[in-house]
T-cell receptor
Framework: EDQVTQSPEALRLQEGESSSLNCSYT??????LFWYRQDPGKGPEFLFT???AGEEKEKERLKATLTKKESFLHITAPKPEDSATYLC??????????FGKGTSLLVTP | NAGVTQTPKFQVLKTGQSMTLQCAQD?????MYWYRQDPGMGLRLIYY???????DKGEVPNGYNVSRLNKREFSLRLESAAPSQTSVYFC???????????FGPGTRLTVL
């Protein structure tokens, strides 16, 4: 059975304190690993797609990496506006997205 | 471009009532999806439509029906609402061979 697990469930950082969010997955025939950002009361907003182990993508203070079993979302020198829930999703060979439960990030000034 | 729009934004129903959640996209995408999001459960796929005229069940289809009215619109119907269907419902769309799904703003549904 396809499974996506995110850790930690919640993370509190001081502004400028770098950290990483983890997404471990068990998916048959992984087509892609997706990261989304979700602000309270809004729909998920696309950040990255990773397709193969070793791939990395960056956007501002965020960098996503992928191994054969995990993906990491690295946040460098975060700012309060980076506070949100970050969702990871793995797409299987049948084009179905399996979402993790998310990591709630709070960055304090 | 409005992207993916959903109506209504909020709805309160009594047990046994019926209602239809509406979703429309203006990006000419073939695929459309309905998810529900519950605390501690993550997003779960209810139904999806790979193209106009086709629909398929997702992970949690029981108690729901869908209609792909045309390429733009994909509706979700609750025939007899139950408290277990209290949730936030998201519609999404995706172009063929595209990287990602684009999500609407959600409908927050409470069933009393």
């Amino acid at each position: 059975e396809d499974q996506v697990t995110q850790s930690p469930e919640a993370l509190r950082l001081q502004e400028g304190e770098s950290s990483s969010l983890n997404c471990s997955y068990t998916v048959s025939g992984l087509r892609g690993l997706f990261w989304y950002r979700q602000d309270p009361g809004k729909g998920p907003e696309f950040l990255f797609t990773l397709y193969s182990a070793g791939e990395e993508k960056e956007k501002e203070r965020l960098k996503a990496t992928l191994t054969k079993k995990e993906s990491f979302l690295h946040i460098t020198a975060p700012k309060p506006e980076d506070s949100a829930t970050y969702l990871c999703a793995a797409e299987n060979s049948g084009y179905a997205l399996n979402f993790g439960k998310g990591t709630s990030l709070l960055v304090t000034p | 471009n409005a992207g993916v729009t959903q109506t209504p934004k909020f709805q309160v129903l009594k047990t046994g009532q019926s209602m239809t959640l509406q979703c429309a996209q203006d990006m000419n995408h073939n695929s459309m999806y309905w998810y529900r999001q519950d605390p501690g459960m993550g997003l779960r796929l209810i139904y999806y439509s790979a193209s106009e005229g086709t629909t398929d069940k997702g992970e949690v289809p029981n108690g729901y029906n869908v209609s792909r009215l045309n390429k733009r619109e994909f509706s979700l119907r609750l025939e007899s609402a139950a408290p277990s269907q209290t949730s936030v419902y998201f519609c999404a769309s995706r172009a063929d061979r595209a990287d990602t799904q684009y999500f609407g703003p959600g409908t927050r549904l409470t069933v009393l």
